[in-house]
């Protein structure tokens, strides 16, 4: 049984009240690790240690912040493997995929300490020569991030990053299903040398400890990736003490294949972010839409190369996908497949429990494609989070912008043609955050990341994901 601790003002530390929190590995539905779970009491002792750290870490020059991130991100990448083996028990994703998040995680590092070192100021003209304004940008003060369980490192780097680049110091609450992971890379920051305070993290209940957070009048942000129900809770939480919040929340994103794309690429873009993680990422396909002369030929292709992937322990051996993490996703997931079947669906592939003794106890199930849906179905209009897609035909690009307009959500869209103009048109039409063309992959770490509608507000990645932890200042100054 693995044994962690939390991070309170640089000591690792059980839960005052020495309760517990459980953590199972999905592959086998077993609990094979423990964490601490923290209360009010010790989450105010998080508080206290971040604000008492501010001071000193904010008056520290960006250069000096930023050799902090360079020497915790080169801490990170010496761990790699023993981090993504935490990660891919706790969370299910394969070890090669859970090898890229932390590297992942690492760059996010390296990346802030150079944008921390690029937060320019501005100087403005007034009428009077002997008058300037100057804008300048200081550090919010304590910064509480709040992330899930898909992504465990990397949505917390970015929120690390951005925070400390900025001279921010941080209260982490991280995920139950995965704290382990989360908790390795942290113990990288303070390897690295970041004093005692700048960086605290908690593993508990997001409703517990939530509510301390955004009531606290130290904490002045708050950083929040997870579900678009929840962000309705935190927003609510922070308006009495009127505090910065970001929200990175759910997703229900369409890919537009258009008859002129090149359909290989298409589908092999289909099947990887239908199903990679399975399907439980916040930009994750769940709705195509293809045009009606190529829809056939785009779901065979589909079929036949969603069939080649393999499930099973990533740990053991080298499959495509894992378990899910949590049996709520295999709940929702079935969820969506009856009633989109109830409905009139067809299951083009997929749709149950994968067969084979090892599959029998973990959180195991097919990728599943479902064909002639319509969007009075669930799994077009809500966030299934899980490895199950809705295919249907358009027969006019007007129609395939309704139709990928036509949920809550704005997070992100995918589209597929090799007709620059339509892919000029349709990326300004979607209603999303952020549009990839002809590739599946809308988010890169130096451009701005973040969702439109019920997906939230505020951004990641980029400069913008260092000015969420900056506050404007406007000097004017008469030289005398
Ligand atoms: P969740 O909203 O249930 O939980 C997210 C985090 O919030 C967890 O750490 C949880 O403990 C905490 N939490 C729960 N209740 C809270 C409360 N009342 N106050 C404060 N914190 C609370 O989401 P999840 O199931 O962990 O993650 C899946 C969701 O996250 C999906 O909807 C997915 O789309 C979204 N997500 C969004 C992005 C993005 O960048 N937009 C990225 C990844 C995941």
């Known amino acids: 049984m693995i044994k962690e601790l939390m991070l309170i003002n640089g000591e690792w530390v059980e839960a005052e009240s020495n309760d517990k929190i459980e953590v199972i590995n999905p592959a086998y539905g077993k609990v094979f690790a423990i964490v601490p779970k923290a209360h009010k009491e010790d989450a105010e002792k998080a508080i206290n ?49 859970a090898v890229g998040e932390v590297e992942k995680g690492a760059k996010i590092l390296k990346y802030y300490a150079e944008e921390g070192e690029r937060i320019y100021g501005r100087i403005i003209a007034n009428e009077e020569e002997d008058i300037e304004s100057r804008v300048i940008y200081q550090p919010i003060g304590v910064a509480a991030a709040i992330s899930p369980w898909n992504y465990p490192i990397e949505l917390l780097a970015w929120k690390i990053g951005g925070a400390l680049a900025s001279g921010c110091t941080v209260v982490a609450k991280l995920p139950s299903e995965t704290p382990l992971s989360p908790l390795a890379f942290i113990r990288c920051v303070q390897e690295a040398g970041v004093p005692a305070g700048v960086v605290n993290a908690l593993t508990g209940s997001g409703s517990e400890i939530g509510p301390v957070l955004f009531n606290s009048k130290i904490v002045k942000k708050v950083a929040f990736t997870g579900s678009t129900e929840t962000g309705k809770v935190v927003l609510s939480g922070c308006v009495d003490t009127l505090k910065k919040v970001s929200l990175e929340l759910g997703g229900s994103l369409p890919m537009v294949v258009c008859k002129d794309c090149n359909l290989d690429v298409a589908v092999a873009g289909a099947v990887r972010r239908s199903f990679r993680n399975m399907g439980q990422i916040c930009i994750a396909i769940n709705r195509i839409y293809v045009d009606e002369l190529v829809y056939e030929d785009f779901l065979k292709k589909f079929v036949e190369q969603t069939k080649k992937l393999t499930i099973g322990d990533g740990l053991k051996e080298d499959c495509d996908l894992g378990p899910m993490c949590t049996i709520g996703g295999i709940e929702t997931t079935k969820k969506h497949i009856e009633d989109a079947v109830s409905k009139g669906a067809k299951i083009a592939f997929g749709g149950k429990k994968p067969a084979g003794e090892k599959y029998n106890e973990g959180y195991f199930f097919e990728p599943t494609i479902l064909r002639d849906v319509n969007h009075n179905m669930l799994v077009m209009q809500e966030e299934t989070f899980g490895p199950v897609v809705g295919v249907m035909p358009f027969k006019t690009i007007e129609e395939a912008i309704k139709l990928a307009n036509d949920t809550v959500y704005g997070l992100a869209a995918i589209i597929f043609t090799e007709n620059l103009s339509l892919a000029n048109y349709l990326s300004k039409k979607i209603q999303a955050g952020n549009v990839a063309i002809n590739n599946v992959d809308a988010g890169v770490i130096n451009a701005p990341y973040g969702g439109w509608k019920d997906s939230g507000f505020g951004h990641e990645h980029g400069p913008e994901g260092l000015y969420e932890y900056l506050l404007i200042k406007h000097v004017r100054v008469r030289y005398l």
Not at 87 to 97: A, D, L, S, Y
């Open 49 to 97: 240690a971040a604000n008492k750290a501010f001071e000193k870490w904010s008056s520290l020059s960006p250069f000096k912040r930023g050799a902090y991130l360079r020497k915790a991100s080169e801490v990170v990448f010496k761990n790699l493997d023993e981090i993504a083996k935490l990660m891919t028990q706790e969370q299910g994703k394969p070890f090669k995929e």
